[in-house]
């Protein structure tokens, strides 16, 4: 007997049911949920580019070895952006642990954000979904601060649906979360 599960606020209306069938469909291409407030910390080093070998395992052992939960990891060539809800000057200690092991690292932090991460099996086969999800964040103002999209191939026979996820102020979420409902959400959302 397949009920699926019902997500809400305990005592508060009917909730959302999530089954195993999408409800995404070519035209109404995500669902999006929403964290925040979270911290985004950027550490940057031209060593990065070097093809200097456990750079990025250096800095996520710095969030391990302090137990502070990692939310996301975004990369580029010089830098690793890591997303976490932890504060209290936490970039300090990144940047001194990874000058006690040799590196040189600019570690900047980014406040006052939330991470939204946008998902629906119908993404891989439409072209211009990262584009339409783009131009509604445009539609409410909102800056895109940061964008990370996981690899959606199967590894083990498990297969996750494609997703993006985006960093933005967190002053505008509310409204992005209610555009992309509106504009790209699941018919069923749609009144």
Same mark, same amino acid.
């Given at each position: 007997n397949k009920k699926g /599960?019902?997500?809400?606020? /305990?005592?508060?209306?009917?909730? *959302?049911? &999530? %089954?195993?069938? @999408?409800? *995404?469909?070519?035209?109404? &291409?995500v669902a999006a949920v929403s964290v925040g407030?979270?911290?985004?910390?950027?550490?940057?080093?031209?060593?990065m580019g070097s093809g200097e070998i456990g750079y990025a395992n250096k800095v996520l052992g710095v969030f391990s070895e302090n137990g502070i939960p990692i939310l996301?990891? $975004?990369?580029? $060539?010089?830098?690793?952006? =890591? *997303?976490?809800?932890? +504060?209290? %000057?936490?970039?300090?200690?990144?940047?001194?642990?990874?000058t006690e092991v040799g590196y040189n690292p600019e570690v900047a932090v980014r406040e006052g954000k939330s991470s939204i991460t946008v998902t629906g099996d119908s993404m891989s086969e439409v072209p211009g979904s990262?584009?339409? &999800?783009? %131009?509604?964040? +445009? @539609?409410? %103002? +909102?800056t895109v601060r940061g964008i990370s999209q996981p690899d959606e191939?199967?590894? $083990?026979? &498990?297969?996750? @649906?494609? @997703?993006? *996820?985006?960093? =933005?102020d967190t002053d505008k979420v509310n409204s992005v979360v209610k555009s992309l409902y509106e504009e790209l959400g699941p018919a069923s959302s749609k009144s």
């Open positions: /599960i019902v997500v809400k606020d /305990i005592g508060e209306g009917k909730g *959302t049911r &999530i %089954g195993e069938k @999408s409800q *995404t469909t070519k035209e109404r &291409i407030p979270v911290n985004v910390y950027t550490v940057r080093d031209p060593l996301d990891i $975004a990369t580029g $060539a010089n830098r690793i952006s =890591v *997303t976490s809800r932890h +504060a209290n %000057g936490f970039e300090r200690v990144v940047k001194k642990r990874l990262l584009n339409r &999800i783009t %131009g509604v964040l +445009a @539609s409410q %103002g +909102a191939e199967k590894v $083990a026979g &498990i297969g996750d @649906s494609p @997703s993006v *996820t985006l960093i =933005v």
